[in-house]
């Protein structure tokens, strides 16, 4: 069923009647950031895909192709394995392409810490697009969401948090997201809050960051700064 962010947000408005912050968060948090995610791909993708094409393609393209087919096959195993061959052997942006794929079907198949070491080396490559390091580092800090801490989160998305920053919008709302499991609701306050204040922030990540403000508000544990 497809994601539907005003129905999602309504259901979470219910909980709020009961102040149940951390059943919220079990409930909803891989959600949350699932839907956070998309919107770092979708922006991604373009860009991406303009590296992608002024590369050379050959035979390497062939080769991903038919990777990314083992991987829709949950051959996820084989997948990596014929990834790994485009990583060291294929041409143009391939072997990129091949990593950033490969982190990916390493999250997924339960290998979180590799996922991240995989996107967090890719974001400290200076010789790449900035935008593939950016959305790289961004895909690290989701992760580390679920399974590090706000400080590590940090370290990869607050340089990208700034005004002129492409995915400013999604590096405040991951951090707004690790602070919040964190329980430091303040600082998870001020995040969203700038999520909020920006004019140029997409409609569903605006949305979200209302409604966890509106959740934080309601939990009493740190008020508006007027309130």
Known sequence: ???????????????????????????????????????????????????????????SGD?????????????????????????KDGSGSYPLLARMRA?????????????????????KETALPTVIRDAAR???AYLLVDTGTYDQVAAEAQELAVPANTFRHSARDVLGLAAYKAGDFAKARQWFQA?????????????????????????GKAPAANG
């Open 195 to 219: 999520i909020v204040d920006d004019p140029q922030s997409p409609r569903n990540v605006g949305n979200r960051a209302q409604m966890l403000l509106d959740l934080i508000t309601a939990s």
């Open 63 to 87: 080769q991903f192709i038919s990777a990314l087919t083992l991987a829709d096959q949950n051959k996820t195993d084989d997948a990596l394995a014929a990834l790994a061959v485009i990583e």
């Open 1 to 59: 069923m497809a994601f539907n962010d005003d129905s999602f947000i309504r259901e979470v408005n219910e909980e709020l009647r009961s102040d149940q912050l951390r059943f919220v968060w079990r409930r909803f948090g891989r959600l949350i950031i699932g839907a956070a995610v998309l919107v770092v791909v979708g922006t991604a993708a373009y860009s991406g895909y303009r590296y992608w094409s002024g590369q050379q393609a050959g035979n």
């Open 138 to 140: 961004l895909r690290a």
């Open 103 to 123: 982190a990916t079907l390493q999250a997924q198949k339960g290998d979180t810490a590799g996922a991240v070491a995989a996107f967090s080396a890719i974001g």
